[in-house]
């Protein structure tokens, strides 16, 4: 190995080290507390040195979420690979979001802090663009999904664009994460299942799409029989 491949690993092992510290002070100390001098400490390095790998505090957080979206949209093109119809295919997703949602709470805030204006348009053009760069993969494989089901005839795309069709779940899941982090206010509106309501939501949103074959809203042995489908076939 050459002098230049031996510094470039180096590198990449040392931007990791940060990246695992970082996940791991803002797991054991919040994430509006992280300092990228206590970070620099916790790792032995100078400051400096991290600010060689991260230009602000803001590009490290969206380095923190592009490598948590890896992960995330690994699931999503699990489940529409899945071999299922596309309307399960589609509901599959907003079960693979809450499940991951679910195991990494941290993710979830930090996505929701990471697209706020303070930090996204803050963080360096770069770091935006390999973020979203993750996204395209999963979004065409999405977007595959809402083309075979208008192609067979099972959603109608005369009003909305099949991006329009894949935007409504997304939005469903994005929101309701969004209500889960604010601590206390579904309680206070007497949503004692929200986890669960993601789902009845999901499943009338496409109702109201008219997404073939509609799904019987009251039904909820065969929801959680769905739910628990998907778990053991795609997310197990």
């Excluded at 930090?119 to 999405?142: G, N, Q, Y």
């Excluded at 595959?144 to 009003?159: I, L, N, Y």
């Excluded at 509609?214 to 489908?229: K, M, T």
Aim: glycine letters at 6%; a neutral charge.
């Amino acid at each position: 190995m050459g002098t230049r491949e031996r510094k470039q690993r180096e590198f990449e092992q040392r931007e990791q080290l940060f990246v695992d510290t970082a996940r791991r002070l803002i797991r054991e100390e919040g994430l509006l507390t992280l300092q990228m001098a206590r970070l620099a400490r916790s790792c032995d390095y100078a400051t400096g040195t991290l600010y060689q790998h991260f230009a602000s505090k803001e590009d490290l957080l969206v380095a923190l979420a592009t490598q948590r979206l890896r992960e995330h949209c690994a699931l999503f093109r699990k489940a529409t690979a899945w071999q299922a119809g596309t309307r399960d295919r589609m509901f599959a997703l907003t079960v693979a979001d809450e499940h991951y949602s679910r195991r990494h709470p941290t993710y979830s805030r930090l996505m929701q802090y990471v697209f706020t204006e303070v930090v996204w348009e803050t963080a360096s053009p770069d770091r935006r663009a390999r973020l979203t760069a993750e996204l395209e993969p999963v979004v065409a494989a999405i977007t595959g999904v809402v083309e075979q089901a208008v192609a067979a005839d099972e959603v109608k795309s005369d009003v909305l664009s099949t991006h329009e069709l894949m935007l409504g779940p997304w939005a469903v899941c994005h929101g309701m994460q969004s209500l889960l982090q604010t601590r206390g206010l579904l309680e206070q509106l007497a949503i004692r299942a929200p986890r669960r309501s993601i789902y009845i939501h999901a499943q009338v949103l496409l109702n109201g799409l008219g997404w073939q074959p509609l799904f019987e809203i009251g039904d909820a042995p065969a929801l959680d029989a769905l739910v628990g489908r998907i778990e053991q076939e795609v997310l197990a």
